[in-house]
C-alpha cells in the first residue's frame, strides 16, 4: 500500500511567523508532488507543485523535495490568517500512473 | 480564470437508487479524474479518463460505478445502486497533461 504521511496537526502559528508543512511518501518511485489547500467545506485548491529535488519558490510558498529522503514540505512566509485552513500533500507514482495519492492533510491556524 | 464546476452541488437519494454526478472541465484540458472524499478522511482516487476511455480506476470503481463522457463538455459519474457507504463528496478534476490536478467544486452525496 503506497502511503503519504502528514502530521494531522493541529499546527498553530502565529501570524506574521514562517508554517512549516511536512510529508513522507513510501513509494521511491514517485514523481510528481503537490500541495493542495482545503479550506474546511470546500475542494481542494492547488497552491504548488515539485518534480525535482530542491526549493521551488511561488510568493510566499516554498515547496521542498528530497527525493532520497521521500520527503517534502511546505514553507509559508509571513502567514496570514487567511492561511488557516487543511494542507494536503499528494504524490503520484510512476510515469502513466495518473492518480494522486493524498495525505490526511495537516490543519494550519494562524492565530492573529 | 477558467474553472472545473460540478452539478448538482448537494444530492439527496434513497439507497439503492442510481445518481449521475455532472462535471464540466476546463475546456481545453485532455486528462478527466474523480475523487471522493468521506468526511473526515482523505481524498480518495476512484478513476481517470483520457481519449474517451478510462485509463486507469481505483478498486473503489467497482462495477456499481461508471464514468462517460457523452459530449465535448461534460463529464459525468454514474453510481447505479448507491449504498449508505457511497455517502461522500465527490471531486471531478481536470489536468491538461497528467500532473497538475484542478479540482471542481465537489458534489455532496447523502445516501438515506
Known amino acids: 500500500q503506497k502511503e503519504v504521511e502528514q502530521n494531522s496537526g493541529p499546527l498553530s502559528v502565529p501570524e506574521g511567523a514562517i508554517a512549516s508543512l511536512n510529508c513522507t511518501y513510501s513509494?521511491?518511485?514517485?514523481?510528481?508532488f503537490f500541495w493542495y489547500r482545503q479550506y474546511s467545506g470546500k475542494s481542494p485548491e492547488l497552491i504548488m507543485s515539485i518534480y525535482s529535488n530542491g526549493d521551488k519558490e511561488d510568493g510566499r510558498f516554498t515547496a521542498q523535495l528530497n527525493k532520497a529522503s521521500q520527503y517534502v514540505s511546505l514553507l509559508i512566509r509571513d502567514s496570514q490568517p487567511s492561511d488557516s485552513a487543511t494542507y494536503l500533500c499528494?504524490?503520484?507514482?510512476?510515469?502513466?500512473?495518473?492518480?494522486?495519492?493524498f495525505g490526511t492533510g495537516t490543519r494550519l491556524t494562524i492565530i492573529p | 480564470e477558467p474553472e472545473v464546476t460540478q452539478t448538482p452541488s448537494h444530492q439527496v437519494t434513497q439507497m439503492g437508487q442510481e445518481v449521475i454526478l455532472r462535471c464540466v472541465p476546463i475546456s481545453n484540458h485532455l486528462y478527466f479524474y474523480w475523487y471522493r472524499q468521506i468526511l473526515g478522511q482523505k481524498v480518495e482516487f476512484l478513476v481517470s479518463?483520457?481519449?474517451?476511455?478510462?485509463?486507469?480506476k481505483s478498486e473503489i470503481f467497482d462495477d456499481q460505478f461508471s464514468v462517460e463522457r457523452p459530449d465535448g463538455s461534460n463529464f459525468t459519474l454514474k453510481i447505479r445502486s448507491t449504498k449508505l457507504e457511497d455517502s461522500a463528496m465527490y471531486f471531478c478534476?481536470?489536468?491538461?497533461?497528467?500532473?497538475?490536478?484542478?479540482f471542481g467544486p465537489g458534489t455532496r452525496l447523502t445516501v438515506l
Open positions: 478534476a481536470s489536468s491538461p497533461t497528467y500532473n497538475e490536478q484542478f
Open positions: 513509494d521511491r518511485g514517485s514523481q510528481s
Open positions: 479518463f483520457y481519449n474517451n476511455e478510462i485509463s486507469e
Open positions: 499528494a504524490v503520484r507514482a510512476l510515469q502513466g500512473n495518473e492518480k494522486l495519492t
